[in-house]
């Protein structure tokens, strides 16, 4: 079972740049979510989707744009690279109720220099 | 709004060593409590859970209870390992049944032989 699979594992990105994660899941999931992982910070919740078509806000969303397009990709968009956005990102997949677990890929490890 | 507190790591203990990590919460109406470990480089996994008031969630040898009236959800295992040597978060799951997690902070455990 592959469960949720991101790429790339690492990046390194420049002021300004863009880029996209890639997440997929083939659990057949509708609810998929984006948090980034800061030390000591725990996680954040970026951007979340309980379907395709429909995505909304987290907790931090600013400098981030998420789509989805099908059930099983939740592609998250980074426009205009900052330093402030170097952070290890997660993408998890659920069934979405308030009691099931959260399944997690391995992450993407971003630095913006 | 919801929130997460855990004790500060790191935890650095021997093997066979009683572990306690403490974890309280902030939360509207009656949320799902969570445990999550991550292993080095690897992503979040569930450890254990509990979905109502005096639930106790086991797993690995681990366990948690949920306590309303302090509004606690302490980890404990009664024999560490060296391989239980990860980081663990508390985390929440509000009534909005989106599945979205709150996490607290993390805390490292280091279990040495």
């Known amino acids: 079972n592959a469960g949720v699979t991101q790429t790339p594992k690492f990046r390194i990105l420049k002021i300004g740049q863009s880029m996209t994660l890639q997440c997929a899941q083939d659990?057949?999931?509708?609810?998929m979510y984006w948090y980034r992982q800061d030390p000591g910070m725990g996680l954040k919740l970026i951007y979340y989707?309980?379907?395709?078509?429909?995505?909304d806000k987290g907790e931090v969303p600013n400098g981030y744009n998420v789509s989805r397009s099908t059930t099983e990709d939740f592609p998250l968009r980074l426009e205009l690279a900052a330093p402030s956005q170097t952070s290890v990102y997660f993408c998890?997949?659920?069934?979405?109720?308030?009691?099931?677990?959260?399944?997690f890929g391995q992450g993407t490890r971003l630095t913006v220099v | 709004g919801n929130s997460v507190t855990q004790m500060e790591g790191p935890v650095t203990l021997s093997e066979e060593a009683f572990l306690t990590i403490n974890c309280t919460y902030t939360?509207?109406?009656?949320?799902?409590l969570f445990w999550y470990v991550q292993y080095p480089g690897e992503g979040l996994q569930l450890l254990l859970k509990?979905?109502?008031?005096?639930d106790k969630g086991s797993n690995k040898g681990f366990e948690a209870t949920y306590r309303k009236e302090t509004t606690s959800f302490h980890l404990e295992k009664g024999s560490v390992q060296v391989s239980d040597s990860a980081v663990y978060f508390c985390?929440?799951?509000?009534?909005?049944?989106?599945?979205?997690?709150?996490f607290g902070q993390g805390t490292t455990l280091q279990v040495k032989p």
């Open positions: 998890a997949s659920s069934q979405g109720t308030q009691n099931t677990e959260a399944f």
């Open positions: 659990m057949n999931h509708n609810y």
């Open positions: 989707s309980v379907g395709a078509g429909i995505t």
């Open positions: 939360a509207t109406g009656y949320p799902s």
């Open positions: 509990a979905t109502k008031a005096d």
């Open positions: 985390a929440l799951s509000d009534s909005s049944n989106t599945g979205k997690l709150i």
